[in-house]
């Protein structure tokens, strides 16, 4: 008989400063969006899920070769008009980025976040935990050239995984991890945000 479960849609949206995108004027906006995402929903996600802060120890103006080595957030939150939601934000240095051989110009600080509603609430990513799609194929870091985007059709598991985590703990992680867990589910439950520092 086959698959009978309905065939899910994410939607997805990029967030960046560019030349070109759904504002119609350079600078920080939403760079292209599926069709399902309202202006509304786009501005509530922009509020909510994008934004990148540089470590204050890494270099003001990096070279192509640090901006590689700068951190990468994930970051997974509930968005009342859309859902459960999970960005993936780079630093990607300059305001502009060169095309077709171009130089990037313009200030430093600029960042891209490619945003992906979850399709549902009792399984929004098929099965798959937010953390499981660190490192998943469907993540972009490259503008759009026109304002629209299809919908994603399938999410598949990145390079992450439970026993992947537990293999990189030695004896000193494994001493705290107990608190990490004790308040990561105080945080979900309203309690204060877990801030984790680590390299």
Known sequence: ????????????????????????????????????????QL?????????????????????????????????????????????????????????????DSGRYGNYFSHIVVGDGADDPFDGLLPIELWGASHWTTTESATTGLSALVELRAGSMNLAAALDRLDERRREWIGNVIDGVHAALAGGPRVVLVEE
């Open 1 to 40: 008989e086959g698959d009978s479960r309905t065939r899910m849609t994410y939607e997805q949206a990029y967030h960046t400063c560019c030349r070109h995108g759904i504002a119609g004027t350079p600078g920080f906006q939403v760079n292209a969006s599926s069709a399902g995402l309202a202006t509304e």
């Open 43 to 103: 501005e509530e996600l922009t509020r909510r899920v994008v934004g990148y802060r540089a470590p204050r120890d890494y270099p003001p103006e990096p070279t192509s070769d640090e901006l590689s080595r700068f951190p990468v957030a994930l970051t997974y939150r509930h968005v009342a008009s859309v859902g459960p939601v999970i960005a993936r934000t780079v630093y990607v240095g300059q305001e502009f980025r060169g095309r077709d051989g171009e130089a």
